[in-house]
């Protein structure tokens, strides 16, 4: 196992407000955590913001036609993006051949894949339910490294009834850990989306990051998830959890439809000094725009804004 590189009050400076509350954990009589930032304003490091777009975006050419995974790497170049998230849903196979082609065509295009993305989820109440989704998560790893990618994102999943958020989150650790000490050898990063269920909020998040505990494991960050509870709105989750970042994903609103203020996502990330990509994952907006002309608009604020936040 690997060793505790983490200090414990470097992590206790990274969470936010609450962050452990009501996850097990007893530190001293306090039960409340100032939000801090784990860099000053005055910090000296730079922050390295990508553009890219995730195969998610063109889900309903991907799914129904007429676009491929090799459409989409082409796409990439056609936007300028720096990367693409390779979303598993829309491989067409796994078969010898297939991963590779795609990578050679990544790199013939000076594509750079952010990572890939599979649907694997961690929470399932019967021991051998969760035992088959690890062996998922292992068979993901070795797609993403045979497409020559350093990132797979994986989800928690949701609560299920008569289960425990402690109990849930017992079983992500552990499967989070045996995940990653499968990963490490091959150099690939496990991102945990915060998403819809058990890790919708940065207190669970950065608990299963500090107990997990492996330089392998991050939080493949969506601004648009988090829900804002009584000392934590939503930009604050996000700002806690950024140290921890992977690929981010980006949307203009939030799960509850209301807007985004992006630059002011952006200016927390260029505050941490971040590196990393700000992934497109496009939703049709109020007015159902399709992905072939939303998307290119989309990468156009995400650009604006990484030129702007970033050293590149």
Not at 101 to 116: C, E, I
Not at 181 to 201: F, N, R
Not at 265 to 281: D, I, P
């Amino acid at each position: 196992m690997m060793k505790d590189t983490i200090a414990r009050r470097q992590f206790l400076k990274t969470v936010g407000a609450g962050a452990l509350t009501g996850a097990g954990f007893e530190i001293g009589a306090s039960r409340s955590y100032a939000a801090a930032s784990v860099l000053s304003s005055d910090s000296p490091r730079t922050a390295r913001l990508l553009v890219g777009c995730c195969a998610y975006s063109y889900r309903e050419l991907l799914t129904h036609g007429p676009m491929t995974m090799e459409d989409l790497i082409l796409k990439a170049v056609e936007l300028k993006v720096d990367s693409v998230d390779m979303t598993v849903y829309y491989l067409k196979s796994t078969d010898p051949g297939y991963l590779e082609n795609l990578r050679h065509l990544a790199y013939k295009n000076a594509v750079t894949f952010s990572g890939a993305a599979c649907g694997s989820s961690m929470v399932q109440a019967e021991a051998g339910k969760r035992a088959d989704v690890l062996q998922q998560i292992k068979s993901w790893i070795d797609v993403t490294d045979r497409l020559g990618a350093s990132h797979l994102r994986i989800f928690a999943g949701p609560l299920p009834s008569g289960v425990s958020m402690q109990q849930a989150t017992n079983w992500v650790v552990e499967g989070m850990k045996t995940a990653c000490d499968y990963a490490a050898p091959k150099g690939i990063t496990l991102g945990l989306e915060d998403h819809a269920g058990v890790s919708q909020s940065a207190d669970v998040c950065l608990e299963i990051m500090h107990r997990v505990n492996s330089p392998y494991a991050g939080i493949n960050l969506d601004i648009t998830h988090f829900i804002p509870g009584a000392t934590q709105d939503a930009y604050a989750q996000i700002a806690a959890c950024i140290p921890y970042a992977t690929v981010t994903h980006i949307r203009e609103s939030f799960d509850d439809q209301s807007p985004i203020d992006m630059d002011r996502v952006w200016r927390l990330f260029a505050r941490a000094g971040h590196k990393g990509h700000m992934s497109l994952e496009y939703e049709p907006g109020p007015h159902g725009e399709p992905a072939i002309t939303g998307v290119p608009k989309m990468i156009a604020k995400i650009r604006e804004l990484c030129t702007k936040y970033s050293s590149i």
